[in-house]
């Protein structure tokens, strides 16, 4: 079975992208012996997603995805977007963080807000791209237990449960990191021929 590490240590992101893979066996960077914070100083998506890839496949030699991912929210000019992981500070909490959006979008009339998730993955020794967008709407107060983040209060359009409440084959189904996942793994289906 072919192998691919994936370069994050967020429990919740592993545990949905490991529920979407099945043919290829998937590493974590603890499988590889990667204890190190890797930094992500730029404010695309699409650079961190990069850095975090090419760090894992300089360390490991093997191929290796990362994604970056954030919620955007039009209201805030796109805040927090790719620092969503440290809005409220660094080391923050993802309550801290969205207690943070709570705040910075109490007085907001436009609840509109998107998730959006950029793979990148070194296949090969060659590098792409893959992305996936998922709309929706910010509640002002905190619903169901599932997901991760800012989970509780992204309620995705077509829906009235938010992505805390539904099931995670649903979420995945709909998702922006499902859509990026999806994409490259019918990728890797046509280069590995399955
Ligand atoms: P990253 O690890 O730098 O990609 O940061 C992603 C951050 O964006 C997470 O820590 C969450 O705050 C937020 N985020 C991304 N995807 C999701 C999701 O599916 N649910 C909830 N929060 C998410």
Redesign the pocket.
Known sequence: MQELVIA?N?A??IR?IRSMIDNISLLSLKDIGFSDEIP?PYDT?EQ?AHIKAETIHRFSGKSVFA?????CVPALGGAPG?F??R?AGVGAS?ED?LQKLLAETATKDNRSAY?K?VICLIWKGETHYFEGVCHGSLLSEKRGTG?????PI?VPDGYEQT?AELPLDV?NNI???GKAVRAMVAFLKEQTGR
């Open positions: 994050s967020n919740g992101k949905e992500e998506f961190n994604d970056d991912s954030g919620i790719v969503s992981a809005y993802d963080n998730y998730a997901g991760f983040g800012y989970d992204f992505f979420k998702s922006h990191r």
